[in-house]
């Protein structure tokens, strides 16, 4: 029953069903009282976490493996869905910017100029690269493919690496405010990442090269104050930290899995 | 995906520590009173609210880089509060996300508690937005939300990565009231130093326990310290007592999963 299926006519039959059995679904769910849909969801959200540990912790392959493969799919379907309800969001948004002449409506003139040309020229280098264009030489890049790539990486890429390097600057600033000397717990940062900046760099390391390498004085080599403070303080604190929130993740799933946590799908209405 | 090795410790540990935290919501659901301590930077969300609202700016919720999981369900159902306070004030969130399913689940969350705060006229559909699944797009994007609309309070809950500083030094700089809060461990340190108050570690699962005063997930959060307690115990016990434990004992415990 979950073997592909060969035949491509079969295929579109089976394609054309599904959507028009999704559609109803959709319209009995809508149609229906808040407390059935309440209901609905709450049955579905446990039988898929119970799916999921179920599969896992039955030894080896169970009679639960087989179905993995095509819940996996059917999370992608739906997933797949909902980008262009995203889509949707973005173009009602940046459409409604342009119609009322907000004041920021040549921000939305760009997206709407970045998504047409990339969303063109990405499906006309994946379908049609040679479409209206001489065809390319040896070794060269057919005309829509340059274009993507002029696109990607001469474009996408570089705006994102320049977001990124803004970081560089942005953690200057907040050590600033963080390492002010107001209080201790200020005081003993500040000595602790000064420590640690000058384990990490040359001049570090040459500032104490003339302390022993052996006994209880290497200890105040950078080098080693800095990495006897990164893996005897900062690990064991930020295990700390992962264990405690670990266990927490292990409840808060168990809370949604049980619909217990009401706050948020369920709603109080 | 593996199945579960039975000859480790991580099945048996995983089963009892589900098992004590479930026995916490049932003592809760059969009336044990419970208590959780003070969390000032969830008191802090409503100083936020009100403050946003004074200077009748809007706020900002980001629900973090993550899809579908665990923090990001912890983060809307934190939101939905927000918004039920912000609805008593009829002021204005804007939620930009990343990933186009947790728009969905979001946008309804926001528009039931608009209607709980008693203002359902006040939600506005376009304030959900999708920036883009890109990680500095998407940072890019939320950087000119919090410029152009001037927001006066951001509250940055859920899975961070390397944007969360880019995010919250520049409400810093805006000069807005930042409450954050995030199980992502690196992005921590970074929260810490630019937001006013951050939530850490496994109190980011107690925040809707602390908001809503509910028994029942007041008691999942009793069955959680019960399991710290328990674990940190057993970690301790079994490292002074290794050199007495038989081999197959230390083999059981350490064998990786």
Known sequence: MLAPIQNPALNWVLVAGSLVVSILILMVLHSSPPYVRRWVIVGITFLAGLYVPLEFYIPKHNFLTIWRDPIGDLMRVLSGFTIGLGIINLVIVHGRHILQRTPNFPFSLAFFVGFISMTVVGLLHRYKPELWAQKPGAGELAFWSAANKVFFEGMLLPLTSTVFSLLAFFIVSAAYRAFRIRTLEASLLMVAALIVMLANVPIGTWLTSWLPTEGFLKWLRFENAGLWLTTQINAPAMRGILFGAAVGSLGAALRIWLSIEKSFAFGGQ | ?257
């Not at chain 2, 959780?36 to 809007?58: Q, S």
Request: with cysteine; aromatic share 10%.
């Open chain 2, 1 to 257: 995906m593996e199945h579960a090795n039975w000859n480790t410790i991580y099945p048996y540990l995983v089963w009892t520590l589900t098992a004590i935290i479930g026995l916490g919501i049932l003592l809760a659901s059969l009336g044990k009173k419970l208590h959780i301590r003070r969390l000032p930077a969830i008191d802090a969300i409503e100083e936020a609210v009100g403050r946003a609202t004074e200077m009748g700016r809007p706020m900002l919720f980001v629900p973090g880089l993550a899809g579908v999981d665990v923090p990001t369900f912890q983060a809307i159902a934190i939101a939905g509060h927000v918004a039920r306070l912000a609805a008593r004030y009829r002021s204005r969130i804007i939620m930009p996300v990343t990933d186009t399913v947790i728009l969905t689940m979001a946008e309804q969350v926001l528009r039931e508690a608009y209607a709980e705060g008693g203002a359902p006229d006040a939600f506005r559909p376009e304030d959900i937005r999708f920036l883009s699944g890109e990680q500095f797009a998407f940072a890019s994007g939320v950087v000119g939300l919090m410029n152009r609309e001037r927001v006066a309070a951001n509250f940055f809950f859920g899975s961070f990565a390397a944007e969360s500083l880019i995010l919250a030094e520049t409400g810093q700089a805006l000069g807005a009231i930042q409450i954050a809060g995030t199980p992502s461990t690196l992005q921590i340190p970074f929260f810490i130093a630019a937001c006013d108050f951050t939530v850490i570690g496994e109190e980011y699962y107690a925040v809707t326990a602390y908001l809503t005063r509910e028994p029942i997930l007041l008691g999942s959060v009793w069955g959680q310290d019960v399991c710290r307690i328990l674990l940190t115990s057993l970690i301790f016990t079994t490292t002074l007592a290794q050199k007495f434990l038989p081999e197959f004992v230390i083999n059981f415990l350490t064998k990786a999963g």
